[in-house]
């Protein structure tokens, strides 16, 4: 049996969240930061490490981070404030050349499950150069692997944008249909009402 490409986990938690009245990541969910449930639940898919970008309030989203997961790598934007593409950008970039893929999880996404990402996976592993995508509310987007063919599409995101549209134009993509994806963190009253 074939070794598995090596799939790295890269988590997004730079932004100020504003809606939300305070930085998202360090949010608490069944009793740990929104970063640290995230970091966990990228971790058990994911053989090639686990990478976070953190920005605003970076030293204690890191803080928060490296408690949950010792070995992840913190990745500092600096540059947080202009979105979400700088991020996805400054984490492909990390990685080491033998990564083949990378799982992309935003860290107000905490309901969806390792179960969910093990899915995500498995379509992925079927055929590794193409895209494996969650299927949610009409579309495909994040938690999504990303293979490295990709990433020059992606590196020339800019602005507040995330892969949704390179994910959108990748005809052979694959799309797992994942309906926590859909409850993302933009408000208190949002992090209220998950289970």
């Given at each position: 049996?074939?070794?598995?490409?090596?799939?790295?986990?890269?988590?997004?938690?730079?932004?100020?969240?504003?809606?939300?009245?305070?930085?998202?990541?360090?949010?608490?969910?069944?009793?740990?930061?929104?970063?640290?449930?995230?970091?966990?639940?990228?971790?058990?898919?994911?053989?090639a490490?686990?990478?976070?970008?953190?920005?605003?309030?970076?030293?204690?989203?890191?803080?928060?981070?490296?408690?949950?997961?010792?070995?992840?790598?913190?990745?500092?934007?600096?540059?947080?404030?202009?979105?979400?593409a700088?991020?996805?950008?400054?984490?492909?970039?990390?990685?080491?050349?033998?990564?083949?893929?990378?799982?992309?999880?935003?860290?107000?996404?905490?309901?969806?499950?390792?179960?969910?990402?093990?899915?995500?996976?498995?379509?992925?592993?079927?055929?590794?150069?193409?895209?494996?995508?969650?299927?949610?509310a009409?579309?495909?987007?994040?938690?999504?692997?990303?293979?490295?063919?990709?990433?020059?599409?992606?590196?020339?995101?800019?602005?507040?944008?995330?892969?949704?549209?390179?994910?959108?134009?990748?005809?052979?993509?694959?799309?797992?249909?994942?309906?926590?994806?859909?409850?993302?963190?933009?408000?208190?009253?949002?992090?209220?009402?998950?289970?």
């Open positions: 049996m074939a070794t598995a490409p090596p799939l790295a986990g890269l988590v997004l938690a730079a932004g100020a969240g504003r809606r939300f009245g305070g930085p998202k990541p360090l949010a608490r969910y069944r009793g740990e930061p929104l970063v640290a449930h995230a970091l966990r639940s990228v971790a058990g898919c994911c053989d490490g686990v990478a976070v970008v953190v920005g605003a309030a970076g030293v204690d989203v890191a803080a928060a981070a490296r408690g949950a997961l010792p070995a992840a790598r913190v990745l500092t934007n600096p540059d947080w404030a202009t979105g979400l700088g991020s996805l950008r400054m984490g492909l970039a990390a990685q080491p050349a033998a990564v083949a893929a990378v799982l992309v999880l935003l860290a107000d996404q905490p309901a969806v499950t390792p179960a969910d990402l093990a899915a995500l996976r498995a379509a992925w592993l079927v055929d590794p150069a193409r895209i494996a995508a969650a299927g949610f009409g579309t495909a987007g994040v938690p999504a692997i990303l293979p490295r063919g990709t990433w020059p599409a992606l590196a020339a995101l800019t602005g507040d944008q995330g892969a949704r549209a390179v994910i959108a134009a990748a005809a052979d993509r694959v799309v797992v249909p994942l309906p926590n994806a859909a409850r993302d963190v933009d408000t208190p009253d949002d992090l209220a009402g998950l289970p």
